[in-house]
């Protein structure tokens, strides 16, 4: 079974798609990291992310960089939303998605372009969103938590120039699959969020297996 959760920064969907791993006991990728790991090998090689070929020259990193907790920055995540614009970053890191989604016994994948380009075989697929004022407020409190003093504001208006760039560029915008299910966490506490999905699949699942019988 492949399930695909794809949406905005700080909608939730890493989280949703962690519990969903558990709970159907299968692997999760979060396809945000391979961008980020990316955009971190053209930082620490003083390269300029928005050259596409920049960012090419720096798809090949070792696996060994996925655990970088400095990965998880805000630096590497807004410079991730510039080189995952470029159509030929996307393309190197195509097949390395495709293979993990394709895993016999299926898995959980979250991105962007997961129910659209990576797996829209996928067996289910969740958009998830919330308002980018949430979205900010989470995102905000999470970053005091790592010690930032960035303000609220600063945050939201990163938000929305993260929100604008990913959905208007041309190669695999942030767009809601036509078959996604969408679930919007805006009033919604963690474990009401990954109840809501669980239940969400579980339904997609059984009517799936209605159409075969
Ligand atoms: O949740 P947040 O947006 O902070 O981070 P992320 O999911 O790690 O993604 C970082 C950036 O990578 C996003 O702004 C997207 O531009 C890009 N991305 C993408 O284009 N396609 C994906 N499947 C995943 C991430």
Redesign the pocket.
């Known amino acids: 079974m492949i399930i695909a959760v ?1 949406g ?4 939730g ?2 989280t949703i798609a962690r519990a969903l791993a558990r709970h159907y006991g299968l692997p999760h990728l ?7 790991a990316v955009a971190l090998t053209v930082m620490r090689n003083e390269l300029d992310p928005e050259k596409e070929a920049d960012a090419v020259a720096s798809c090949d990193f070792p696996d060994s960089l996925l655990d970088d907790p400095a990965l998880r920055g805000d630096e590497a ?1 807004k410079a ?2 510039i080189v ?2 470029h159509p030929l970053v ?1 393309a190197a890191l195509l097949q390395r ?1 495709r293979r993990f989604a394709q895993q016999p016994g299926g898995a959980v994948l ?5 129910g659209t380009v ?1 797996a829209p075989e996928a067996d289910a697929k969740l958009f998830v969103k919330a308002t980018p004022m949430i979205r900010a407020r989470r ?1 905000h409190e999470e970053l005091k938590r790592g010690g930032s003093t960035v303000t609220y504001d600063r945050v939201l208006a990163d938000i929305r120039a ?1 929100d604008a ?2 959905s208007s560029r041309s190669a ?1 915008p ?1 767009v809601q699959a036509p078959d996604a299910m969408l679930l919007d966490t805006s009033f919604l506490s963690i474990e009401a969020a990954v109840q809501k999905a669980i239940a969400l699949v579980d339904a997609r699942i059984a009517s799936n297996a209605d159409v075969e019988r």
Do not use: E, M, V, W
């Not at 979060?30 to 980020?36: A, M």
């Not at 979250?110 to 997961?114: A, C, E, T």
């Open positions: 794809d905005p920064a700080a909608s969907k890493g979060d396809t945000g990291l391979l961008y980020r995540g991730a939303s995952s614009a996307r998605q979250d991105g962007r372009d997961i990576i995102r993260r760039r990913d695999a942030l």
